[in-house]
Nanobody, 118 residues
C-alpha cells in the first residue's frame, strides 16, 4: 500500500503564502492521480486540488486562483502552493491517490496543519 508523508504547514497571517509537500512511497506513483485534501475541525475531509498522472489539474471553487498543485514523478512528490491564504483555509492538509468508488490507493498520513490567523 502506498504511504504518504506531508510537510510544510505552519502558522501564517491572512494574505500570506505556504508551500506544502507530499512524498509518496511505492512504485505506482507515476501511474495514478494524486490529490490534496483538507479537514477543518468539526468538518468532513474535502478535496482541495487534484492532478492526473499526466498533469491535468482540478481545483475546488474555494481555492481557484489561489492554490497551485504540481507533481514530480521522478521524485514521487506533489506540492501545493497556497497564496492569498484566508482564515477559512485553516485545516489539516493530507495527500492521497484517489481511485474509483471513493477509495484510495494509500493510507492516510498524519497530515500537516495549516493555520491562517492574525
Amino acid at each position: 500500500q502506498v504511504q504518504f508523508v506531508e510537510s510544510g504547514g505552519g502558522l501564517v497571517q491572512p494574505g500570506g503564502s505556504l508551500r506544502l509537500s507530499c512524498v509518496a512511497s511505492g512504485s505506482i506513483f507515476r501511474l495514478v492521480d494524486m490529490a490534496w485534501y483538507r479537514q477543518a475541525p468539526g468538518a468532513q475531509r474535502e478535496l482541495v486540488a487534484s492532478i492526473t498522472n499526466r498533469g491535468g489539474t482540478v481545483y475546488a471553487d474555494s481555492v481557484k486562483g489561489r492554490f497551485i498543485i504540481s507533481r514530480d514523478n521522478d521524485k514521487s512528490t506533489i506540492d501545493l502552493r497556497m497564496d492569498s491564504l484566508k482564515p477559512e483555509d485553516t485545516a489539516v492538509y493530507y495527500c492521497n491517490a484517489p481511485r474509483s468508488g471513493g477509495r484510495y490507493y494509500g493510507a492516510w498520513g498524519q497530515g500537516t496543519q495549516v493555520t491562517v490567523s492574525s
